[in-house]
């Protein structure tokens, strides 16, 4: 990974631990996740010590501490979507996800690359619920069948 964009970026917070999350949201938008060496620089950047830089990445859900598949299954957890029963669509994109032996676990990123699952909150389309949104287009109304439909379109088309 070429940390020069990161360095730059990270020079805006310098010296600023009350900056610790923007700087992991920007670290997040660049590299895409946060290892363990991302963090580092974090840390050393802003006078705090990594294990407070990761206590924090890990605590919060909008930080990946490893990288996203290439699609990333935005499934939405809020109420609307709770209420039409968003369970039943992540039990079915868990399901589907899932290989013999190997259950798959929302936060994931499958073996072959292609997806993660990650929950969250209201999508800001709750006439649609239950929703989610992968690689910036939503899909609404949906059920267990058509949500894993979406998946296996997006997969078939990404070979
Ligand atoms: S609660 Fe799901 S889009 Fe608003």
Known sequence: ?????????????????????PALQKAQDICGYLPPEVITRIAAKLNISPANVQGVATFYAQFRLKPAG??????????????NNSAAIEEAIISHLSAPGAPYREGDTTPDGLFTLKNVACLGCCSLSPAMMING????????????AVLKEIASASN
Not at 8 to 13: C, G, I, N, S, T
Not at 70 to 83: D, P, R
């Open 1 to 21: 990974m070429d940390y020069n964009e990161l360095d730059q970026a990270l020079k805006h917070y310098e010296g600023d631990p009350l900056a610790l999350i």
């Open 70 to 83: 290439k699609h990333l299954v935005m499934l939405c957890q809020g109420t609307a979507c709770h209420v």
């Open 137 to 148: 287009e939503t899909y609404g109304s949906l059920t267990p069948d058509k949500a894993v």
